[in-house]
């Protein structure tokens, strides 16, 4: 059982090779989140996580379905998380075993993979070159390969994590800053350049804008966005923008499959 959290496509795409290669079923956090996040597992089967990293931290939807769901007999079996990154993932791996802890569970195999880039609402934050994009997606899919393997065979590892330089400050100063006070859709904004194509509120995972073909977007404001940017990303006129610091940045989302 693998559940997932993916905005542009890029956990998507890890959980769903994970899932190929092992069989393990796979669950959209999202969609579980509407019901009661009860499980029990069944004889041999594993757990797992797979979410991006959103400020050095596990993102706020994924933190708030554990801390929603119980597992019956989460005892003795195997449990493990990856998270997709642009560069480092700070200490957020121990920020989600805490999370697990509460709920009576811990990820023994750890993993995280480099992918393009696609938050873009700060300064010097930008999508990678087209040449850059290719080259992570490559070593990704090399990497993908030795995760199914580990999760397959039950390993407990952590040596594809890159914490970074300072995973402290990284999680629990920047990121403890950005989780709780830049995760808001407030500052989207379409402009006339929108061709009401729907794409935007189709791709939304959460279901945070209302609208469809032949409308203009609206954001809800309920406090369901996560920030993953993936209307932005998949606007194809590139009419949505996060305020004006994303006018003249690029776009990005998984097209490999």
């Known amino acids: 059982m693998i559940f997932y959290f993916s905005g542009t496509g890029n956990t998507r795409w890890a959980a769903e090779t994970i899932s190929r290669k092992t069989g393990e079923e796979l669950m959209f956090i999202p969609e579980e989140?509407?019901?009661?996040?009860?499980?029990?597992?069944?004889?041999g089967?594993?757990?797992?996580?797979?979410f991006p990293v959103h400020g050095w931290q596990p993102p706020q939807i994924v933190r708030k379905f554990i801390r929603k769901m119980s597992?019956?007999?989460a005892a003795g079996h195997y449990c493990f998380a990856l998270c997709t990154?642009?560069?480092?993932?700070?200490?957020t791996m121990t920020i989600l075993n805490r999370e697990l802890g509460r709920r009576g569970m811990k990820a023994t195999g750890l993993f995280s993979i480099v992918m393009p880039e696609s938050y873009v609402c700060l300064p010097?934050?930008?999508?990678?070159?087209?040449?850059?994009?290719k080259e992570k997606i490559a070593a990704a899919e090399r990497i993908?390969?030795?995760?199914?393997?580990d999760v397959e065979g039950h390993r407990n590892v952590a040596d594809t994590l890159v914490k970074g330089a300072t995973p402290r400050l990284y999680s629990y100063v920047i990121g403890q800053y950005f989780n709780r006070r830049m995760i808001t859709d407030k500052p989207f904004r379409v402009d006339d350049a929108c061709i009401e194509c729907g794409i935007c509120a189709e791709v939304c995972p959460t279901g945070d804008i209302v609208g469809g073909k032949g409308k203009k977007p609206e954001w809800q404001h309920d406090e369901s966005c996560t920030c993953c940017l993936a209307c932005y990303h998949h606007c194809p006129v590139h009419a949505i923008n996060y305020g004006k610091r994303t006018e003249k940045r690029g776009q990005y989302y998984f097209k490999n499959k």
């Open 85 to 91: 990154c642009g560069d480092t993932v700070g200490d």
């Open 124 to 133: 010097f934050m930008y999508t990678d070159t087209e040449e850059r994009e």
């Open 144 to 149: 993908i390969e030795k995760i199914a393997k």
């Open 45 to 50: 089967e594993r757990i797992g996580f797979c």
């Open 33 to 43: 989140l509407k019901g009661e996040c009860r499980y029990t597992l069944a004889e």
């Open 71 to 73: 597992v019956s007999n």
